[in-house]
């Protein structure tokens, strides 16, 4: 997938269900060229493509606050500017069942991505895939939502989380 201002960037997106090694992929993730994020904090695919889209826009000026591309996604999710808050909300823990994987290489269009780091059954990366993966509890309490905000729909929530994602630091 390529975002149309960003044509000489490549995204890869992958979302794994009943993960079996989290554990594993936790404790070598700084070997790993690959962003990972538990899915239960993620509910459309416009979320996670706007902390994209963002951590592209900071890439392109040279506002990057950690050490990856694939790190800043889960900062660029973040509500706060907070680098250790954002790996442990976002993150993976030991009780991930559920993974996306995001490789963005920006030297050519081929992937690397290597699918077999990840021990789970890989599904459409779609919002209906990642709706009955996420924890709307968890995204309310992440994203500061009260609870008393009445939601018609999914994409009710998703929007509120673009917006808390776009308005960060400004």
């Known amino acids: 997938m390529q975002l149309p201002q960003f044509p000489g960037v490549n995204i890869e997106i992958l979302l794994f269900q009943d993960v079996s090694n989290a554990n594993d992929i936790r404790s070598k993730i700084a070997e790993l060229?690959?962003?990972?994020?538990?899915?239960?904090?993620?509910?459309?695919?416009?979320?996670?493509?706007?902390a994209i889209y963002r951590v592209m826009i900071e890439s392109k000026y040279n506002r990057l606050r950690t050490k990856s591309l694939h790190s800043e996604v889960l900062l660029a999710l973040s509500p706060t500017s907070n680098i250790g808050e954002?790996?442990?909300?976002?993150?993976?823990s030991d009780d991930t069942k559920n993974l996306i994987m995001i490789e963005i290489n920006q030297d050519n269009d081929n992937s690397s991505l290597d699918k077999t780091v990840v021990n789970g059954e890989i599904v459409d990366f779609n919002d209906d895939n990642l709706q009955k993966n996420s924890d709307v509890n968890a995204i309310r309490k992440i994203y500061k939502i009260d609870q008393s905000v009445e939601f018609e729909n999914i994409s009710e929530l998703s929007r509120a989380t673009v917006n808390a994602i776009q308005l960060r630091g400004i």
């Open 33 to 50: 060229p690959y962003a990972f994020i538990d899915a239960r904090t993620i509910c459309s695919v416009e979320q996670l493509m706007s």
């Open 86 to 92: 954002a790996f442990k909300k976002f993150g993976i």
